[in-house]
């Protein structure tokens, strides 16, 4: 049976060997110290390079996720493509792996009518019997997700078949939209790396699903977040949004730049290769501004480690 989505769910990063293959000895590193950090599962998303990737590839990290993740938290895999038919086959290959759950954003090159993006949806959580997150990653790629075919989609399957991740713009008038109209029904992930975090958990998500970057902090941050502890939530916040704000400069590219950057920085990867082609490149004096941020994050985990 499935196992419940909550918590501080980061994102994979597709490490890629110096033959543009994925690394699995760094995808089994990446993993460990996800868990190691805290956090209660993981999946994978845009920043996985997912619509980068191999029909066959993508498949192969979705079994290498729930593969070496061996129980010890939640697993999603990201299965949104073009067509209803793909999608619901990148489904079922997910559940076959052992998943917990799959997570889909709509078509990227077609505009959907409410019905037709209904029916896309429906297409998935009736070709599997996993929960579907309903991912509107419109923020910074592709269409957004009307608020009635959101509706729709729980009134027909219930919140526990239905759980999403909205991110268009704004992020925190949107979620409290989808919370509301939902009559709190709604089990909602907030996905803004870390910069909308503290908004979003006052309005009531049920969990984050962030980059692998920037995991020690956005851990603490939610750790601080449900305990009640403010003023910590808010020193380790600050730097949090510095670093998540020079990766919004560049959009998707932005994102993973930096992170990869900063998985290198940390010796969990070996190489920040993307994979090809991308529309910005990290310069010399955005990643002076990096490290200076990451060091003050740095900083207030260890204050927090020794108080």
């Not at 619509?51 to 990201?78: N, P």
């Not at 900063?262 to 990096?290: C, H, I, M, N």
Request: glycine letters at 10%; aromatic letters at 8%.
């Amino acid at each position: 049976m499935p196992r419940r989505l909550q918590g501080v769910l980061p994102i994979v990063h597709t490490p890629f060997t110096d033959s543009d293959e994925i690394d699995v000895p760094v995808l089994q590193r990446e993993i460990d110290w996800a868990y190691s950090m805290g956090a209660d599962g993981l999946g994978s998303g845009m920043v996985s390079e997912t619509f980068r990737l191999t029909y066959s590839e993508r498949l192969r990290l979705t079994e290498l996720m729930a593969e070496l993740s061996a129980g010890r938290g939640v697993v999603f895999a990201a299965v949104g493509a073009e067509s209803s038919k793909q999608a619901v086959e990148y489904a079922v290959a997910a559940e076959r792996a052992g998943c917990d759950a799959v997570m889909a954003v709509p078509p990227l090159t077609s505009r959907l009518s409410t019905d037709s993006m209904t029916g896309y949806f429906r297409a998935i959580a009736d070709g599997t019997g996993l929960p579907v997150i309903v991912q509107d990653a419109s923020g910074y790629v592709g269409q957004s997700i009307p608020l009635q075919v959101s509706l729709n989609l729980l009134d027909l399957y219930g919140a526990e078949k239905i759980v999403f991740k909205p991110e268009a713009s704004p992020i925190g008038p949107c979620l409290s939209a989808l919370r509301d109209a939902a009559g709190g029904r709604a089990q909602i992930f907030e996905g803004s790396g870390g910069i909308h975090l503290v908004d979003s958990f006052r309005r009531g998500v049920t969990g984050t699903m962030p980059g692998m970057d920037l995991l020690d902090g956005i851990v603490a941050l939610w750790r601080a977040l449900q305990s009640g502890e403010d003023d910590l939530a808010y020193r380790l916040w600050y730097p949090i949004c510095g670093l998540v704000a020079l990766q919004l400069q560049a959009g998707l590219d932005g994102f993973l730049a930096i992170e990869k950057y900063l998985l290198v920085k940390r010796g969990v990867f070996s190489s920040a290769a993307r994979r090809q082609p991308y529309g910005w490149t990290l310069d010399s004096e955005t990643a002076l501004e990096v490290d200076r941020l990451f060091v003050r994050l740095q900083q207030e985990l260890g204050a927090t480690q020794r108080a």
